[in-house]
């Protein structure tokens, strides 16, 4: 990779949200299919999913995923709003890292406004008659009988909108690694409330 | 991907413990570069890292990876042993998780072994006169004089050597999830202490 973009830490920041607002309209990027950690089993483990990055507001320091509302990650949020994103592109040998706090969309207009941009076969995602993690004789028990017979019918129902949720993270910390032979460069940056400034800087890799 | 060792859920969990295996053993195995998860902020945030499978030892239900005495994960772990780890091969469509307790091995035999076995220029990066996190004014700040002037140097001393730390997980819990255009399958099992094996069977995606 050019490393000109690495020469200072601000650079680095820079060229950071750039690549996610560009991963998230872009559909086989890698930096597109991050893993999302939230804390579990009342503070005491990771649990960890991969997620799609569905959209990047680098202004308001925004990243946002969609879950089905019945997903254990949501309890998990309930009981600590924090979101830690990791992201890494092979071919830049980057790796990004973000926290933030999350914000839950359900039923509202931000919601609806994302599920109507969402192709049909994606939405029938959330129709699941049961949530996930239940256990189950055999895979596809869970799909609705409406959903076997006339897969596009799902989509039109309330039932599967019902499900949908927007995650949104507003971030506080961020970071880029970039692996390199000559010597890894990591730079990580805070967000400062009250400068509305990022403050940060080159950190030991 | 063929999916006949989908047939069944336990046919799913031994070809999992099969993939983790190999990819351990091969440099450019997808599986073999997974998300680490531990939990930080006194239980508040999960914190994620990309780290190298080691090792694995299905029998001992055992992942190993290596890292730095003085990372924060160490201190991490040392108030939560519960290690969540995140495997996904794009090729296959195949996503891992596992979760289990961290045995941490610092100068003794087992690290000793494993620190014998690593390329000398793997060795180096445990050569850092600053912890990892520590703030620094330029990239390779960090990096021992005695490493700019004579790399190799530095791979047999015994500096190098006091911050490796190899973590061996026990796993508990293990899943793996099948993304597939009709229709995901995910299983999920349990060690059970008592029969001495692995219980579970599918769940809902």
Redesign the interface.
């Known amino acids: 990779m050019h490393i000109d973009f690495?020469e200072t830490a601000e650079l680095l920041l820079q060229k950071c949200w750039q690549l996610l607002d560009q991963a998230s309209r872009e559909g086989r990027h890698p930096l597109r299919?991050p893993?999302v950690?939230?804390?579990g089993?009342?503070?005491?483990?990771?649990?960890?999913?991969?997620v799609v990055l569905r959209a990047v507001d680098p202004a308001a320091r925004r990243l946002t995923f969609y879950t089905d509302r019945r997903s254990p990650k949501v309890e998990q949020l309930r009981q600590?709003q924090?979101v830690?994103?990791?992201f890494?592109d092979p071919g830049l040998a980057l790796?990004i890292?973000a926290?933030g706090e999350a914000v839950l969309h359900s039923r509202d207009e931000a919601a609806a406004s994302a599920w109507r941009s969402l192709p049909a076969e994606h939405r029938k995602n959330y129709g699941?008659t049961?949530?996930?993690?239940?256990?189950?004789?055999?895979?596809?028990?869970?799909?609705p009988a409406l959903w076997m017979e006339n897969p596009p019918a799902l989509e039109h129902t309330d039932y599967a909108f019902d499900h949908f949720l927007l995650v949104a993270t507003v971030v506080e910390e961020i970071e880029g690694l970039l692996l390199h032979e000559q010597?890894?460069?990591?730079a990580?940056f805070r967000w400062s409330g009250e400068k509305q400034v990022w403050k940060g800087?080159?950190?030991?890799?």
Chains 1, 2 share one sequence.
Not at 130 to 141: D, L, N, R, V, Y
């Open positions: 690495f299919t893993v950690g939230t804390v089993s009342g503070g005491r483990q990771a649990e960890l999913r991969t600590s924090r830690s994103w990791l890494y790796q890292r926290t699941a049961m949530p996930s993690g239940t256990a189950i004789e055999a895979p596809g028990q869970e799909l010597g890894h460069r990591r990580q800087g080159w950190i030991v890799p």
